[in-house]
């Protein structure tokens, strides 16, 4: 099945310094990944729609310049958190890959604590 | 707008002691209702797929079913490693994009 490898899986960094987060599809060509973000005791909440060659599709109330996402590949799709602040610190997951009836695959996710 | 609710929020079972949980969903046409697994600080791993009322899916001690208005994943005779979030979702506008998620029930099973 689809294999997404995310990393890092936990990161430390300081406020206002950018944070980069990569997401790879493994055994397979993504031509679109998603990335959701998970705070404590929430669902999964979407955050953006990366598309392969062109640009993110970003969901309502997430501010594109400072998740900055790059999918300049079919295996590769990065999320750039800049100019990070402590409501930042959350839980990062990518997904691709599959499909409905296989269940579509998750990475095992970034921890993002800023201090 | 579409949305998904799970209950309870957190489960304490025994060893052994069978239970179910709810998955409650509005949509404007459902192309699928998934089950996920989620272990502390992991992804999601996915369990089921359910398309239309009435279909059930198994996989060792889990049974997940659906109806009209709502899924339930039935655990029987539950074991200390089945102890995770359980997660239900739908698939959000055209089959493959984004999924919605519920919050998630966190079942506790000790032995």
């Known amino acids: 099945g689809a294999v997404v490898s995310q990393h890092p899986s936990r990161v430390i960094c300081k406020s206002g310094t950018s944070v980069k987060i990569e997401c790879r599809s493994l055994d397979f060509q993504a031509t679109t990944m998603f990335w959701y973000r998970q705070f404590p005791k929430q669902s999964l909440m979407l955050m953006a729609t990366s598309n392969e060659g062109s640009k993110a599709t970003y969901e309502q109330g997430v501010e594109k310049d400072k998740f900055l996402i790059n999918h300049a590949s079919l295996t590769l799709s990065t999320l750039t958190v800049t100019s990070a602040h402590p409501e930042d610190s959350s839980f990062y997951i990518c997904s691709g890959g599959g499909g409905a009836a296989s269940g579509y695959t998750f990475g095992s996710g970034t921890r993002l604590t800023v201090v | 707008e579409d949305q998904v609710t799970q209950s309870p929020e957190a489960l304490r079972l025994q060893e052994g002691e069978s239970s179910s949980l709810n998955c409650s969903y509005t949509?404007?046409?459902?192309?699928?209702l998934f089950w996920y697994r989620q272990d502390p600080g992991k992804g999601p791993e996915f369990l089921f797929t359910?398309?239309?009322a009435g279909e059930e899916k198994e996989k060792e001690r889990l049974k997940a079913t659906l109806t009209k208005k709502e899924s339930f994943l039935h655990i029987t005779a539950p074991k200390p490693e089945d102890s995770a979030t359980y997660l239900c979702a739908v698939e959000r506008g055209q089959a493959g994009t984004a999924l919605i998620f519920g919050k998630g029930t966190t079942l506790s099973v000790s032995s």
């Open positions: 359910l398309y239309s």
């Open positions: 949509v404007s046409g459902l192309r699928g």
